[in-house]
């Protein structure tokens, strides 16, 4: 009988050659697991990617590597691995990201003590060099358990990288929303629909080195990504409840606001300042009129990127 596998890491890639061998260096030295899978998606680099994992991970088992004819975007790949996973738990990483030694293990403990099904903790940008990171591990925390996983996504901060969740959970929700580029709004949303709870740890289950090129650094595509994933959130689940919807419906209108801030010389005067102070101050329901509107406005950019079909 196989070996069940505790934990799929699922990681995205995407020309990050100077990254990746303290990555893998710090993914393939994760403490306290029984029986790991690796899985790497690669959306057609043009570096050297590939070949460092393929060197990498040479003799490691339940390697995993997916090559592709044509790029599509990072929520099409994450979708990709979250497909192919095979773990209890599912852990998710850009190529960029490096988790401390002994996060993977320190997650499934608190998993473990509360029975929840979504893990999520802190990041911070280090400023470091990659290699300067490769054998970090957490420091004490506390942590917050909210049973309902939708409440937790919802109500106040936490970090959208190097979360842990079920895999069955994952899978079920269909990963991330295709509909947006970037996968960090939509996956814990749509997760949130079928976990049985949440966590919030303090630590910094996530390092960020010093950076040479960043997607995340186009500010509009992501309030592009922000507004579709709380949109479609709310166009294809009318039956959440009245409050998770006006929170939903807050965000959303939010990243319009933020979106217009970069783009109208006097963003004060609009009817998107207007709408968002509504919004804040009364908790209004969703008016998907107005959002398909808005929905139009960020359909019609040109320098944002969709996934491709």
Not at 32 to 38: C, I, R, V
Not at 42 to 71: A, C, F, L, Q
Request: charged share 25%.
């Amino acid at each position: 009988m196989a070996e069940e596998i505790d934990v799929s890491f699922v990681m995205t890639v995407y020309n990050k050659e100077f990254y990746l061998p303290s990555v893998i260096t710090a993914l393939l030295g994760q403490t306290g697991l029984k029986n790991p899978e690796f899985i790497f998606v690669d959306d057609v680099s043009s570096d050297n990617s590939v070949e460092i994992i393929r060197r990498m991970t040479e003799g490691v088992k339940n390697v995993t590597i997916v090559t592709n004819p044509y790029n599509r975007g990072i929520s099409a790949r994450i979708n990709q691995g979250i497909a192919l996973a095979k773990g209890k738990w599912t852990r998710m990483l850009d190529s960029d990201d490096i988790f401390p030694l002994d996060s993977t293990a320190k997650m499934l403990a608190v998993a473990g003590e509360t029975g929840a099904e979504m893990i999520y903790g802190c990041f911070t940008k280090t400023g470091k060099d990659p290699k300067e990171l490769e054998n970090c591990r957490l420091e004490e925390f506390d942590y917050q358990y909210v049973p309902d996983a939708m409440s937790g996504v919802l109500n106040g901060r936490f970090t959208r990288m190097g979360q842990l969740i079920k895999t069955d959970v994952l899978q079920k929700a269909g990963g991330a929303d295709e509909r947006a580029f970037i996968q960090d709004e939509s996956i814990p949303l749509r997760a949130a629909l079928y976990a049985k709870g949440i966590v919030k740890m303090t630590a910094n289950v996530v390092l960020v080195p010093k950076e040479i090129g960043n997607f995340s650094g186009n500010k509009i595509q992501l309030d592009h990504d922000r507004f579709m994933a709380y949109y479609w959130m709310l166009k294809d689940h009318p039956e959440l409840p009245d409050e998770a919807r006006r929170r939903m419906y807050l965000r959303a209108v939010s990243a319009f606001w933020k979106f217009t801030k970069k783009s109208r010389q006097f963003p004060f005067f609009t009817s998107a300042f207007a709408r968002y102070l509504g919004c804040k101050l009364l908790a209004s329901k969703p008016d998907m009129k107005y959002l398909a509107r808005m929905y139009q406005k960020f359909a019609a950019l040109t320098d944002v990127r969709r996934i491709k079909p």
